[in-house]
């Protein structure tokens, strides 16, 4: 099984800091990852296909890149709905897996 | 734009069975891949498994933790996606999302279900 590692657990942030989120694999799944946001009570919602393309409706503040075994989210300017828990996802190989989730906390 | 609806959670004591249904609107039910996925507060997100589409043979795969006591089914006259769960354990206790599987440069979750809840307790 290919094993997610994301980074950090937890962050706080204020409205307009940049923030990044990291996501390793144990082995190459070259652009196969996904990232989705959570919040609260709610179903995940999809971001970031395929390591780098904007899901439609995603606004452009946030996006992804990296490939092989690492990967990053990014949300340039975060705004108040922004904080919630960030997932990563990898479909290269089955079983395909989750990262532990970033929650981003109101600083 | 597509809406899956989860129905049946509920509370089953270990050992018992239920099943999920999840009805699909707004997208060509025949022509998608569908999956389950399920989240507990100690484990976050699981993938639980994914049916391929009745032309290529209605294929599915499970993860390890499920197989041999889960069984993921389609209907198309319903547009209907079943979770069969048999022999539950109390670690089966999460909310399952059904999902829809898009083919588009890698495999991804597009559509989520609303979630229903599976407690497994005596």
């Known amino acids: 099984d290919i094993q997610m590692t994301q980074s950090p657990s937890s962050l706080s942030a204020s409205v307009g800091d940049r923030v990044t989120i990291t996501c390793r694999t144990s082995h190459s799944i070259i652009s196969n990852l996904n990232w989705y946001q959570q919040k609260s009570g709610k179903a995940p919602k999809l971001l970031i296909y395929a390591a780098s393309n904007l899901q439609g409706g995603v606004p452009s503040r946030f996006s992804g890149s990296g490939s092989g075994t690492d990967f990053t989210l990014t949300i340039s300017s975060l705004q108040p709905e922004d904080f919630a828990t960030y997932w990563c996802h990898q479909t290269y190989s089955i079983p395909w897996t989750f990262g532990q989730g970033t929650k981003v906390e109101v600083k | 734009e597509g809406q899956l609806v989860e129905s049946g959670g509920g509370l089953v004591k270990p050992g018992g069975s239920l099943r999920l249904s999840c009805a699909a609107s707004?997208?060509?039910?025949?022509?998608?891949?569908l999956g389950w996925v399920r989240q507990t507060p100690g484990k976050g997100l699981e993938w639980v498994g994914r049916?391929?589409?009745?032309?290529?043979?209605?294929?599915?795969d499970y993860a390890a933790p499920v197989n041999g006591r889960f069984t993921i089914s389609r209907d198309a006259s319903k547009s209907t996606l079943y979770l069969q769960m048999n022999s539950l354990q109390t670690e089966d206790t999460a909310v399952y999302y059904c999902?829809?599987?898009?083919?588009?440069?890698?495999?991804?979750?597009?559509?989520w279900g609303q979630g229903a809840l599976v407690t497994v307790s005596s």
């Open positions: 707004g997208f060509i039910f025949t022509n998608a891949w």
């Open positions: 049916i391929k589409t009745e032309s290529e043979g209605a294929t599915i």
């Open positions: 999902t829809t599987v898009w083919r588009s440069g890698s495999y991804h979750f597009d559509y």
